[in-house]
C-alpha cells in the first residue's frame, strides 16, 4: 500500500480539483480574455512566434510585462482550440490540477508525513479564493508561476536529498520558466533560503549532530542562528548562486533589453509612500480576513485610499498583522513547519504590495501562490488535531482507533472535519464559477458587491454593448463617468456607443478625449479613424490609421480600414498593398478580403474579386456588405441568379436596416418575379 500511496492520492488529486472546476468549461471569455485571446491576432499564427523575443512582445501579446512562457501557451491554446473557450478554460483546469499534483508531493517531500500531504493538497485544491486565477484565462500566469515554483522547489529538496545534479538542474530550469511566467517566482531563493534557515539540512548529519541520549533515541538541539549562517554561506556556490544567475539574467531582460516602457505610465492610486503604507495594511488585513472567510468574493476591489494614521480601521488592521506576527514567532518554538507556512504566504505576497506600483491594488489572485502555505498549514494542524485526539481516545480505552488504511491511522473526527471542509469550499468555488459564465453575469454580480466600481460599470456596459442593449450599456457608461472621468477605454467606449448610434460628432469627441488621456490607445486611434472615413475626412483618418499601426505593428484591422481610406481617396495601390498586409498577418479577415474584392472588382478583374468576396462570407458567414457584394457580382458578370438571389436575401436578413436596403430589396423583387 505504502508503495503505490502516493500514485492514488495523486489521482485522486487529479479527479477532484477537475471536477470541482468542471462547471467552469461552460464558461465564455470573460475580462482581460477579450484583449488577451479574442482580439489578438498575434497568438493566431506560428510564423509570428519568433516576435516573442523583440521589442514587438508588448504591442503585439497584449501583456503589460514580459511573460513569453504564457504568450506560448495561447499560442498551443489556438492551435488546438481556436476561438472556443472551452478548450482554454480546459487548459487552465489541467494547469490547476497538475498544480495539486505536484503540491503534494512537495508537501510530502517536505513534511515526510503521506496523510498531511494530502489533505494539504486537497484543500488547496478546492480553496475558493483560487477561482479567480483558473476561471480567467487571461490571468493563467499565476498558475504556471506556481506550478514552476513548486516544481523548482521539489527538485531542490530531492537535489539535497538524492545528491543528483539532474536534480538541482531541473530546478534552475523550473526557476527560469517560472520568472517569465509571473515576476512572483523570484521569490523562489527566497523560499529556499528560508527552508535552509528553519530547516538545516546538516540536522540530519550525525557529524555535525549535538544531542543527548533519551532511552536509545538521538534528540538534536536547535543550532544557534550564526551556526544556521554559517551553513548558508558556505552552501552559497554550491547551492544558491544559479538562482542568483538566474535571477541577475531575467532582471536585466525585464527592466533593460525588454522593459516595456508604458509601465512607467501605470496610474497607481497609491501616490506616496505614506499612503502606500497605510492603504496595503488594510489590504494585508483584508487577505488575511479572506483565508478565513472567503467571501464575498470580488473580481475588482475598490480601495479607498489611507491618508491618515489616526483612522480606527488602520489600528485594527495593524492589531491584526501584530497578532498574526506574534502568532508566527510563538509557533516558530513549537513547530517550524506552522512558522514556515506562515512566512511563506508573506514572502510571496511581497511582490503585490505595491512596493512596484500596480494598477490593481488588491486581486485574488494575488493569492494563488500564497495560499498554498497556508493549505500546508491548515493540513498540519488538521492532521495534529486528529493525532492528539486519536492517542488521547487510545489512552482512555481498550478499543484501537479507527484504521483508514494499513499505512496511517487516523481518527474518526477527522473524516467529518475533513469532510466539512472540503465539501464547504468545493461548494463555494463551484458557486463561484457560475459568476464566470459571462461578462454580464461577472459584471453585474461585482457591482452588487463593489457598487463604485468604474471599471465594473465599463464591463457592464460592454456587455450590453455586445448583445445590442445600447440604452443600458450607455447607462453604465455614465455611471462609470461620474466615478472616474479620467479613463480612455470608458471614452473609447462611449465612442464606440456615439458611433452605432450615428452621432459622429459626440463620437469623435470622445475618441479625442480617450486619446488626449491615453496617446497611446490604439483602438481610440483606429475607431477615430473609422468615423473620419464615414465622413470623407480621409486624410485625418490616414493619418489615424497610421499613427495606430505605428503603436501596435500588428494591427491588421488598421491595416484593413487604412486600405479603405486609401481606396476612398483613390490610391488604389496603396490600398491594395494594405488589405494584402492585412490579410498576410491575419488570413481570416473578411473585412480586409471584402475590400479587396471591391478594389479588384473596380480594377474588373471580376473572377478575382468574386474569389475574394466568396473568401469573407466563408470566414464570416453573417458579414451583410460581403454577401450583398458577391450577389450582385454574380448578377451582373457570372449570370447565376440562383445564387445572386441567395446572397442578396442572406444580406437583408443579415442587416435589413443597411443603407442599400431599398436598392437590395429591388433587386430582389425583381429576380423572384423573373423566376
Known amino acids: 500500500m505504502k508503495k503505490y ?30 484583449s488577451t485571446i479574442v482580439d489578438n491576432y498575434f497568438i493566431r499564427h506560428w510564423h509570428n512566434f519568433p516576435d516573442i523575443f523583440t ?82 484565462i487571461g490571468f493563467r500566469e499565476d498558475l504556471f508561476a506556481f506550478l514552476f515554483m513548486i516544481s523548482g522547489f521539489l527538485f531542490f529538496l530531492k537535489s539535497r536529498k538524492d545528491k543528483y545534479f539532474i536534480h538541482y538542474s531541473l530546478s534552475l530550469l523550473c526557476y527560469f520558466f517560472g520568472l517569465f511566467s509571473k515576476e512572483m517566482a523570484i521569490t523562489l531563493p527566497v523560499l529556499i533560503i528560508l527552508h535552509d534557515l528553519v530547516f538545516p539540512p546538516f540536522l540530519l548529519k550525525n557529524t555535525l549532530l549535538a544531542g543527548r541520549q533519551n532511552n536509545g533515541s538521538v534528540q538534536p538541539i536547535n543550532p544557534s542562528i550564526s551556526l544556521r549562517l554559517s551553513y548558508l554561506k558556505s552552501g552559497f556556490y554550491r547551492y544558491y548562486s544559479g538562482y542568483l544567475l538566474i535571477s541577475l539574467f531575467y532582471l536585466s531582460i525585464r527592466f533593460y533589453f525588454l522593459h516595456n516602457p508604458l509601465e512607467s505610465e501605470i496610474q497607481s492610486p497609491l501616490k506616496n509612500p505614506f499612503s502606500s503604507f497605510l492603504t496595503m495594511t488594510h489590504v494585508l488585513a483584508y487577505y488575511i480576513k479572506l483565508l478565513f472567510l472567503p467571501f464575498p468574493l470580488n473580481v475588482d476591489y475598490v480601495i479607498p485610499v489611507s491618508t491618515s494614521i489616526a483612522k480606527i480601521s488602520f489600528w485594527i488592521s495593524a492589531l491584526l498583522l501584530t497578532a498574526t506576527g506574534i502568532l508566527a514567532f510563538r509557533t516558530k518554538q513549537r513547530n517550524n513547519y506552522i512558522f514556515f507556512c506562515i512566512v511563506w504566504f508573506f514572502i510571496t505576497l511581497s511582490p503585490v504590495m505595491n512596493i512596484i506600483p500596480l494598477g490593481n491594488v488588491m ?33 482512555n480505552t481498550v478499543r484501537k482507533p479507527f484504521t483508514f488504511t494499513t499505512t496511517f491511522p487516523i481518527s474518526l473526527t477527522l473524516l467529518p472535519a475533513l469532510f466539512f471542509l472540503l465539501s464547504g469550499s468545493a461548494y463555494l468555488t463551484l458557486r463561484r464559477n457560475t459568476d464566470w459564465k459571462d461578462g454580464l453575469r461577472l459584471w453585474s454580480k461585482t457591482l452588487t458587491v463593489s457598487p463604485n466600481s468604474a471599471r465594473s460599470h465599463i464591463n457592464l456596459g460592454n456587455a450590453y454593448e455586445k448583445m445590442d442593449i445600447n440604452s ?8 462609470a463617468l461620474k466615478i472616474d472621468p479620467n479613463d480612455a477605454d470608458l471614452f473609447n467606449n462611449l465612442g464606440i456607443y456615439y458611433d452605432k448610434m450615428r452621432l459622429y460628432e ?32 480621409l486624410d485625418e483618418a490616414i493619418r489615424e490609421f497610421t499613427k495606430a499601426i505605428s503603436i501596435n505593428h500588428y494591427y491588421p484591422d488598421a491595416h484593413s480600414n487604412l486600405g479603405i481610406a486609401y481606396y476612398r481617396k483613390g490610391a488604389m495601390d496603396l490600398a491594395e498593398r494594405e488589405f494584402l498586409t492585412a490579410i498576410s ?11 479587396l474584392g471591391i478594389l479588384y472588382n473596380d480594377r474588373q478583374q471580376f473572377d478575382n474579386a468574386i474569389h475574394a468576396f466568396q473568401t469573407a462570407v466563408k470566414i464570416k458567414p453573417d458579414y451583410a456588405n460581403a454577401h450583398m457584394n458577391l450577389g450582385a457580382l454574380l448578377l451582373k458578370h457570372k449570370k447565376d441568379k440562383h445564387a445572386a438571389l441567395f446572397h442578396l436575401k442572406e444580406s437583408i436578413k443579415l442587416d435589413p436596416q443597411q443603407d442599400q436596403a431599398t436598392g437590395i430589396n429591388k433587386l430582389i423583387q425583381q429576380l423572384e418575379q423573373a423566376n
Open 506 to 537: 459626440d463620437a469623435i469627441a470622445c475618441y479625442k478625449k480617450s486619446i488626449e488621456i491615453y496617446p497611446q490607445h490604439t483602438q481610440a486611434h483606429n475607431n477615430l479613424g473609422v468615423i473620419y472615413t464615414k465622413e470623407r475626412i
Open 55 to 136: 521589442g514587438k512582445y508588448f504591442s503585439l501579446s497584449a501583456e503589460l510585462t514580459y511573460r513569453p512562457v504564457v504568450t506560448l501557451s495561447y499560442f498551443v491554446d489556438f492551435t488546438f482550440w481556436k476561438s472556443n473557450p472551452a478548450g482554454y478554460h480546459l487548459t487552465n483546469v489541467l494547469i490547476h490540477s497538475a498544480n495539486c499534483v505536484f503540491f503534494f508531493l512537495f508537501c510530502f517531500q517536505l513534511l515526510k508525513k503521506r496523510l498531511t500531504a494530502f489533505v494539504s493538497a486537497l484543500l488547496f485544491s478546492s480553496y475558493p479564493l483560487l477561482s479567480e486565477s483558473v476561471n480567467a
Open 5 to 34: 500511496f502516493c500514485i492514488y492520492c495523486s489521482l485522486a488529486l487529479l479527479f477532484y480539483s477537475f471536477v470541482v472546476y468542471l462547471n467552469c468549461l461552460h464558461n465564455s471569455f470573460v475580462y482581460d480574455d477579450q
Open 585 to 595: 498577418m491575419e488570413p481570416n479577415h473578411a473585412k480586409a478580403h471584402n475590400g
Open 472 to 479: 443600458a450599456a450607455f447607462e453604465e457608461y455614465k455611471k
Open 363 to 395: 486581486a485574488e489572485r494575488y493569492l494563488y501562490v500564497p495560499c498554498a502555505g497556508i493549505c500546508m498549514a491548515f493540513g498540519i494542524l488538521l492532521t495534529k488535531s486528529a493525532s492528539f485526539l486519536s492517542s488521547y481516545h487510545e489512552r
